[in-house]
């Protein structure tokens, strides 16, 4: 990604990732002592959330690094360690909460890595499973041109035998993973949807095709893999579009080699609903038939995603019986009616994953 400018607080002017981030870009500097006046000048524009993608702001977390998932009361949480190293995203999905979740939007970096790895050494020694991924508050892997951080975490992880990494992307940005000593211990994992919806909802993503050839190489350089059905939007055709994709996937890559598959249908606050309308003029997304759920999100009614979330797991289990599928924020209702169980009688939902992780990439 190229910023039309970085913005960098003063306190970490002279910091080395600072200097190394700088010098690798022709984007223009300035040097800021308050980023709140940023933030006003930002919210101002015609178009925050655009405007903030376009920009860079070099800062310090002075919070903790990691996380925990916040999940969502009355729906079953995987137990996720979030690692918080930057927020906000270059890419441009219709549905993403991150739009209404910043204020104001703007993209972040933050360059004391010292820190995170200090907070990861005292988790490494707890020496127990944890699943941590650095996808949640933006992707992955957007900032692989400037930085060096998901190689880094990538080599940091393999030199331990209890957490995983987990590094969930849109993106093709595969390059610098090449030749790492991860030792399976960082799982790879795209975010799938059809190219429908990638086409009219997911601007400046790669395409499907682009992000299975590159699940494939992180495959061939021994990644472990997983993949997100999240959010699944129903629209005339969709299910036949999806099973597509789903075939396609196994086409591409192998099924052993997939830790897990987690499925979702789109559910957005209501402050998105007018976000969408008004930087999506043409999306449709919003004006299906929604209920507010338990969380106040406005979720498909439960019939209908029960529907569409049987025939999804059917087409995948035809394919790969043994994979893990998992559901992101739902109620032990759809899990019944939709797997036949709930996760409470597999020792819950983190357990399963949990083992899943072990299976595939050797944790102890």
Not at 28 to 45: C, P, R, Y
Not at 271 to 276: E, G, Q, S
Not at 279 to 288: A, D, E, L, P, Q
Request: charged fraction near 30%; hydrophobic fraction near 35%; glycine fraction near 6%.
């Amino acid at each position: 990604m190229k910023y039309s400018k970085i913005y960098i607080e003063k306190e970490i002017e002279k910091h080395p990732e600072t200097l190394k981030i700088t010098s690798q870009s022709n984007a223009e500097i300035q040097i800021i002592k308050d980023a709140e006046k940023l933030f006003k000048k930002i919210s101002k524009a015609a178009d925050p959330i655009g405007e903030g993608k376009k920009i860079l702001l070099l800062s310090q977390n002075k919070g903790p690094f990691l996380k925990k998932c916040p999940g969502t009361k009355n729906y079953i949480c995987c137990g996720y360690k979030i690692l918080h190293i930057a927020s906000f995203c270059t890419m441009d999905c219709s549905y993403c909460i991150l739009q209404a979740y910043f204020h104001p939007p703007i993209l972040r970096y933050f360059v004391n890595t010292e820190d995170m790895e200090k907070e990861l050494d005292a988790l490494f020694a707890e020496k127990t499973i944890y699943r941590v991924g650095t996808g949640e508050f933006s992707d992955s892997l957007i900032f692989e041109n400037n930085t060096n951080i998901s190689a880094n975490l990538t080599e940091k992880f393999g030199g331990q035998k209890h957490c995983i990494l987990e590094l969930k992307t849109k993106t093709v940005n595969i390059k610098k993973l090449q030749g790492l000593n991860h030792n399976r211990k960082t799982i790879i994992s795209w975010s799938l949807n059809t190219q429908k919806v990638i086409a009219e909802e997911e601007r400046d993503t790669a395409s499907l095709d682009a992000r299975l050839k590159a699940a494939a190489q992180c495959e061939k350089w021994g990644y472990p893999l997983a993949f997100h059905f999240d959010p699944i939007i129903i629209y005339k055709g969709a299910e036949e579009d999806y099973k597509k994709v789903i075939k396609k996937l196994f086409s591409i890559v192998s099924k052993d080699n997939i830790v897990w598959i987690s499925i979702g249908t789109f559910r957005f606050i209501p402050t998105l609903k007018k976000i969408i309308e008004t930087r999506f003029k043409n999306s449709k997304i919003i004006y299906g038939e929604f209920i507010k759920g338990l969380d106040n999100k406005m979720r498909y009614f439960k019939p209908i995603r029960i529907e569409i979330y049987k025939k999804i797991i059917s087409y995948i289990k035809q394919i790969a019986p043994e994979v893990l599928i998992y559901f992101c924020m739902e109620d032990e209702q759809v899990w019944q009616k939709s797997f036949g169980f709930t996760p409470e009688q597999k020792g819950g939902l983190a357990s399963m994953l949990d083992k899943s992780a072990k299976r595939h990439c050797g944790l102890l």
